[in-house]
């Protein structure tokens, strides 16, 4: 059963102006695993535009919950380059509260604009 449904656009040039302003910003929003590529290289902007969206994404389906931390919220990709969520703290409580037990995500970036859906489901 789909619990809660969660889309979020991001202006990938606001988001660059922000992270050029704002040191650590991008410390503060992801984790290591999520800004570096599983071949150790840093991720584009553009990447990290559309795992932001997934993460405000999340919160929507979640109902938006208040207390949320960013680093709970871990977008992920596999060694063929299937993203993925990873629950933890405030997040993953959240989504216990709610019955949510499986997350369905879809990123994608085109020009100036980074999207996400995320699909929140409870399974028996």
Request: one cysteine or more; glycine letters at 8%.
């Amino acid at each position: 059963m789909i619990i809660g449904v969660g889309v979020d656009v991001v202006d990938i040039d606001r988001f660059r102006a922000a992270a050029d302003r704002t040191p650590r910003l991008l410390e503060r929003l992801f984790t290591v695993e999520e800004r570096v590529t599983p071949g150790g290289l840093e991720r584009s902007i553009e990447s990290l535009a559309a795992r932001f969206a997934a993460k405000e994404a999340v919160a929507k389906a979640l109902g938006v919950p208040n207390a949320l931390e960013w680093h709970h919220c871990e977008v992920r990709q596999s060694e063929r380059g299937e993203p993925s969520l990873r629950m933890t703290g405030t997040v993953a409580a959240a989504a216990e509260e709610r019955g949510i037990t499986t997350w369905h995500m879809s990123l994608s970036h085109d020009g100036p604009i980074a999207i996400a859906q995320v699909i929140a489901e409870s399974r028996p």
